[in-house]
């Protein structure tokens, strides 16, 4: 069985790491809009420094990021000569809705992306589109608490209501919250979420992660109500976690890490708690609260589609000793000597997508997706300014040829593959440009100057002929 015909080869953005034009168009301030790049940013994203508003001392990267507000047609243009059929890109929520609870929507946010998706109409590129990638609005920080409040479960239905109706005719594919499992690992920088000192953090996060997990299933709710023809999924930072040696107590402490991860995933593909979770809860002395009718509208709207990022395979040992870590996606994970690691020491590890793939469909059986992948690296335009990025296309053609093994050989049921930031844009964990992903390059530095100019990488031509031969010429 090779890959499927209609196969959707493609890449992805989010609306905070490309679009810029952080207030055009009557846009309000999101959380990602106060994060600043450099040495805080961590400890924003973690929720351990408050930052509710800009100041003057911080490099805000996503204010003018790499301009796609306004440059979307030329950026569009170039993936479809690349032959895109898909490209993943999110909704700034704050441009539909600028403060969150407006009654009613922001005309000039709804038609950016109108314009948006026709353009990647024209090129008969299919969009999928994350409704939140990372982003609350701030108003709603201050005023609420952002996801800890349950009233964050109706101003996400209002946004679903208003962007499926609207887009239910250009959009099929839609994923509910990106990377939902980062709410335990980054609060503020996923969910908006800010703590008081001395409160339980664990629990906090555990109610806010009950109402992303409402507020998903309603939106399959929502969309099937309005068009059955819409297809919803979730989203999970994806990848196995490895034990360190066979001895079983190591076994079983990655099945418990692992399951940290799938517990989202859990619940939005079987539509409910697992007893793992229910036993773990109780232990960490954690009540949700659960309102009449969630548990039925958990069981009754699951997803019909699993997506996930996959950047490399996590590894955990009982034993304390063991303890040389190394960076990966969001937070660090133990150092696998059997694996190369890229400049930021993400570890690389092709074979981990496979066995990724096998174990979420093995667990879920339902189509696969993957809709993030890459490599984040220094790119060094020669005298000429061409860029020989020979290292992005080896770590691509690996992972390609793991998934292909994977739908070949295993039997997995895989829709597509988007790879991260296609075109080059702000690093999320780190705020930096230089962490680059892009099959284009766009001229810009980590201070922010540079002329925005895009130019063609040498993966551009190669990634081209990729998926003109649906994956057969690597
Ligand atoms: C994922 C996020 C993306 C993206 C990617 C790469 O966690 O969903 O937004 O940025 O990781 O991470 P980074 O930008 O830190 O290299």
């Not at 950026?75 to 609870?101: H, V």
């Not at 040498?458 to 998926?467: A, G, R």
Request: charged share 30%; net charge negative.
């Amino acid at each position: 069985m090779a890959l499927r015909e209609d196969f959707l080869w493609g890449g992805a953005v989010a609306a905070n790491q490309c679009e810029g034009g952080y207030k055009e168009g009557h846009k309000g301030l999101s959380t990602v809009d106060v994060i600043p790049a450099g040495r805080d940013r961590v400890p924003v994203l973690q929720g351990k420094i408050k930052m509710l508003e800009c100041d003057s001392e911080h490099f805000y990267p996503s204010h003018e990021a790499i301009d796609f507000y306004h440059r979307y047609k030329e950026d569009i243009a170039l993936l479809a000569e690349m032959g895109f059929k898909c490209f993943r890109l999110s909704l700034a929520w704050t441009r539909i809705f600028p403060n969150g609870d407006d009654e009613l929507p922001n005309e000039e946010g709804l038609k950016f992306y109108d314009d948006v998706f026709d353009e990647c109409l024209k090129y008969g590129i299919e969009p999928l589109v994350t409704i939140t990638h990372f982003d609350v609005p701030i108003h709603l920080v201050k005023t609420i608490g952002s996801w800890r409040s349950r009233k964050m479960v109706d101003h996400y239905e209002r946004l679903c209501e208003t962007i499926f109706d609207r887009y239910q005719h250009k959009v099929k594919y839609w994923l509910t919250f990106n990377e939902i499992n980062m709410l335990l690992h980054l609060p503020f920088g996923s969910s908006g979420l800010v703590f008081e000192e001395g409160e339980n953090e664990n629990a906090v996060k555990y109610q806010a992660a009950h109402h992303q997990l409402i507020a998903s299933a309603k939106a399959a709710e929502i969309a099937r109500r309005i068009n059955p023809a819409m297809k919803i999924g979730c989203m999970l930072a994806g990848a196995n976690t490895y034990p360190y040696t066979c001895a079983p107590q190591d076994v079983w402490k990655a099945m418990t890490r692992d399951r940290e991860h799938y517990f989202f995933v859990d619940v939005q593909s079987r539509g409910e708690y697992p007893n793992y979770a229910k036993k773990g809860l109780e232990r960490m002395n954690i009540k949700i609260v659960m309102e009449e009718g969630d548990e039925e509208c958990l069981r009754n709207n699951t997803v019909d589609f699993i997506s996930f990022s996959y950047y490399g395979s996590r590894l955990t040992s009982a034993d304390p000793e063991v303890n040389t870590k190394t960076a990966a996606n969001l937070f660090p994970t133990l150092r696998n000597p059997y694996l190369r690691t890229s400049e930021w020491g993400w570890q690389i590890d092709s074979e981990g997508l496979r066995i990724t793939l096998n174990s979420l469909y093995d667990r879920y059986q339902k189509p696969l997706f993957i809709v993030e992948n890459g490599l984040g690296a220094i790119d060094m335009p020669d005298e000429k300014g061409d860029i020989a990025d020979d290292y992005r296309i080896e770590y691509l053609r690996e992972h390609i040829q793991a998934f292909k093994t994977a739908v070949e050989e295993d039997g997995v049921d895989l829709l597509g593959y988007t790879t991260w930031g296609c075109i080059d844009l702000v690093s999320s964990g780190s705020g930096q440009m230089s962490k680059r992903y892009g099959f284009i390059y766009v001229d810009k530095d980590d201070e922010g100057k540079g002329t925005l100019k895009r130019s063609k990488k040498k993966s551009f031509e190669w990634y081209k002929k990729v998926i003109a031969s649906n994956g057969e010429t690597l």
